[in-house]
C-alpha cells in the first residue's frame, strides 16, 4: 500500500490489481444477473467492496483486530453487500 503511494509499485503489482478488479466485476455482475446483488452501477459496488476489504486488511495489518477476525469480517461485509441497502 505504502510503496505504491511513493511511485514504486512494479508492473507485477499491476497485474495483480488488474487481476483483482476483473475477478470482482465478474463476480458482482454474476451477483446482479442472478439477482443476488442489487441491480445497478457493478462499478460503484466493486469499489465500495474493495473499499470495505481494503478496510479489514488495514485493520488487521495494524493490528487494529486480531488476523482471527479476518474471515468473519469478510464473511459479514459480503452478507451486507448481499442483503443490499435497507
Known sequence: MYTVKRGLHSAAL????G?????FDDLIR????AGK?????????RLLLLAAMQGIAALITSG????GQAD?????TVA???RGPR
Open 14 to 17: 499491476d497485474d495483480a490489481f
Open 19 to 23: 487481476r483483482l478488479f476483473t475477478a
Open 30 to 33: 454474476q451477483g446482479q444477473q
Open 37 to 45: 446483488l442489487q441491480a445497478g452501477d457493478s462499478d460503484r459496488v
Open 64 to 67: 487494529g483486530v486480531e488476523a
Open 72 to 76: 468473519g469480517l469478510i464473511a459479514d
Open 80 to 82: 451486507l453487500f448481499i
